[in-house]
């Protein structure tokens, strides 16, 4: 069974760095698609980036030079970091990760939630 955890999440003042980490378990495929989402109180689930198997990058634009998305396959982790936090950027954040061998959607995490106090 495909397990997908993330961890890293906490509290940090206003233009304070986070590094989150998502870690797949239970598989024997290299992660083809792996993307990290949010969600705040009373707003949908949204894109923050997300990271291709070759390397191809995505960002919401509220993420551009900000935040960064990186992979170790060899770990099958991928980790968001998170620089000059914002209040804008509490949320609980979620790891997705994906493969043509899986079902519809991939695997997502339970998901670490991170505060921007100000």
């Known amino acids: 069974q495909v397990q997908v955890a993330e961890s890293g999440g906490g509290s940090v003042q206003f233009g304070g760095s986070l590094r989150l980490s998502c870690v797949v378990s239970?598989?024997?495929?290299?992660?083809?698609?792996i993307a990290w989402y949010r969600q705040a109180p009373g707003k949908q689930r949204e894109l923050v980036a997300s990271?291709?198997?070759?390397?191809?990058?995505e960002y919401a634009e509220f993420a551009q030079g900000r935040f960064f998305i990186t992979r170790d396959d060899a770990k099958d982790s991928a980790y968001l970091q998170m620089n000059n936090l914002k209040s804008d950027d509490s949320a609980v954040y979620y790891c997705?990760?994906?493969?043509?061998?899986?079902?519809?959607?991939?695997?997502w995490g339970r998901g670490t939630q991170v505060t921007v106090s100000p």
């Open positions: 990271m291709t198997s070759g390397g191809t990058t």
């Open positions: 239970g598989t024997i495929w290299t992660i083809r698609f």
């Open positions: 997705n990760a994906d493969h043509p061998a899986w079902p519809t959607g991939g695997y």
